[in-house]
């Protein structure tokens, strides 16, 4: 093995040798040229020494030097986020040498999918660089459906609090989201509020995703639009405001999301979280939002140029703005006769009048205006009276109170048992009352109208307001008879007259000047002439 030196001095002793035997030079040259080649060794061999020193030298500050620690403040800061969550749960990869970290909150993601569709496709990327592998993932590396990249370690935070999976750059400073929620959620069933008799049996659940599906494979057009906005600082809540362009006004879509741009709650879990910046002034007790749990129902409101809310966690829809008329109104109307869905229409009209008026009427007549009631009438009302220790008044009053007080038992109990209570109140607690002289049987009968007449209200949002002033009106008959009464009617029908929702009456149709209005809010007519409308 031949010596780096040895051949430095050999090739330059040859070079010389060679080169003085030149005769065309003079002697002057050959002189030089022997002197200079016959020490050039010394030159190269010294540079060859320090060449070796230097490469020697920074091998060993190579290896005795520490590795520059990797930078993880990005991670640092996820971490700290979720600090005490028992469910927060980190992974560390390698992928092409490239190390990432892994997060998401066990139980709220799939374990398969991130197998399947994150750990897996990283596994077979083969890059260095860790800017290459950020590239390579988001343009489709990772298989993934969804995919989001977050540059900030709240937004990071945000993702995986909502059922996100995020895979950690360090060195890149960020992280790329991925959509792997978990499928455990509640599946479609038939409506149990709004009962369907001739139209769909689905009804909206807890998911919003879930939701908004139905209605686009009712509404096959790109006309049906979609704007999302996140409430409670908190929940983190997805609330969709859902229109069909060309039929909902613009002006009263831009109204709608000015109102849910400008609270801040803390938590939305119920509807009226929502509703009560849905509603328009002035507040009252009479609902001005329609609620629905059918998806069929709430796409014919889109189509009649409503406005629909859909909020994430909640099993409804939300319709504005609403009117008295529309409350009035059930989806199986559509599926009857026009002669048929027109005679409910007005049942219901006047089960509205005897759930709100009858009470006060009885009170008022019985204790104010006896020669109103036929004779035979008031002989049976006296003779049933002669034995019951208390007044008109406190029968009415008590009955009403027992009355909520069964119902309000009957909803928070168990349903076996809600209906137990329910025929135990109604059946052996009434006749006991009766046969103990306790009451007399026509308040019984009279109370009891008003609430199956309350029970035929589609909405009951609705009836809970009704049953309110029912009792105002029967206080007002209590004091004043009839006259309180109708002092009790005229101030509830201008306060209807006064309310407004998104610059629509309450009360439209009905206030309309338009001819037909009053044709409209209580007639249904065919379907082929309400479509031509």
């Avoid at 996100?164 to 360090?170: I, S």
Wanted: charged fraction near 20%; aromatic fraction near 8%; hydrophobic fraction near 45%.
């Amino acid at each position: 093995r031949c010596h780096s030196q040895d051949f430095f001095v050999s090739f330059a002793l040859s070079l010389g040798d060679s080169l003085a035997n030149i005769t065309s030079l003079t002697s002057f040259v050959n002189t030089f040229l022997k002197i200079y080649l016959k020490n050039f060794h010394l030159f190269f061999g010294a540079l060859h020494i320090v060449f070796c020193a230097g490469y020697t030298s920074h091998m060993f500050d190579f290896l005795s030097s520490d590795p520059a620690p990797a930078r993880r403040d990005f991670s640092r800061s996820v971490e700290k986020e979720f600090d005490k969550c028992a469910d927060f749960e980190s992974r560390a990869l390698s992928a092409g040498g490239v190390s990432l970290t892994l997060f998401y909150l066990d139980g709220c993601v799939s374990a398969e999918q991130i197998s399947s569709e994150i750990v897996r496709p990283l596994s077979l990327l083969r890059t260095r660089s860790e800017r290459d592998l950020l590239t390579r993932a988001l343009e489709g590396g990772v298989w993934a459906c969804t995919v989001r990249q977050r540059v900030s370690p709240a937004d990071t935070v945000s993702d995986i609090a909502a059922g996100y999976a995020a895979l950690v750059f360090d060195g890149e400073n960020t992280a790329l989201t991925f959509e792997v929620k978990t499928g455990d959620k509640r599946g479609v069933d038939a409506p149990t509020v709004e009962k369907s008799v001739l139209g769909a049996k689905d009804a909206f659940i807890e998911s919003v995703r879930v939701n908004t599906a139905l209605l686009r494979r009712r509404v096959g057009k790109p006309s049906l639009k979609l704007w999302e906005t996140v409430l409670g600082s908190e929940t983190k809540t997805k609330v969709d405001i859902l229109y069909i362009e060309g039929e909902a006004p613009p002006e009263q879509v831009e109204r709608i999301k000015a109102r849910l741009s400008l609270p801040d709650i803390p938590a939305v879990l119920a509807a009226g979280d929502v509703e009560q910046y849905l509603a328009g002034p002035p507040r009252g007790i009479f609902p001005q939002v329609i609620h629905t749990e059918r998806p069929d129902r709430f796409v014919l409101g889109l189509a009649r140029g409503k406005i629909g809310v859909l909020c994430d966690g909640l099993p409804i829809g939300f319709l504005l703005p609403a009117t008295l008329p529309d409350m009035l109104r059930v989806q199986e109307d559509r599926a009857r006769h026009a002669a048929v869905a027109t005679a409910l229409v007005l049942l219901r009209y006047l089960a509205l009048f005897l759930s709100l008026a009858l009470p006060a009427l009885y009170v008022a007549i019985a204790m104010y205006h006896q020669e109103m009631i036929p004779y035979k009438l008031l002989q049976s009302v006296i003779d049933s009276k002669q034995s019951v220790p208390f007044s008109t008044a406190a029968e009415t009053l008590g009955m009403l109170l027992s009355f909520e007080l069964l119902q309000e038992a009957g909803i928070r109990l168990p349903d076996p048992v809600g209906q137990t209570v329910s025929v135990i109140g109604a059946l052996i607690v009434g006749q006991s009352a009766v046969e103990a002289k306790v009451l007399s049987p026509i308040v019984i009968i009279v109370v009891a109208m008003a609430g199956i007449a309350g029970y035929a209200q589609p909405s009951q949002e609705l009836g809970a307001a009704v049953r309110l002033w029912r009792v105002a009106l029967v206080l007002g008959a209590v004091v004043l008879g009839l006259y309180g009464v109708m002092a009790g009617l005229m101030l509830l029908l201008w306060r209807l007259c006064d309310m407004e929702n998104l610059g629509v009456s309450y009360l439209s149709p009905l206030t309309d000047s338009r001819p037909g209005s009053l044709r409209r809010a209580f007639l249904r007519p065919p379907l082929r002439k309400e479509n031509r409308k």
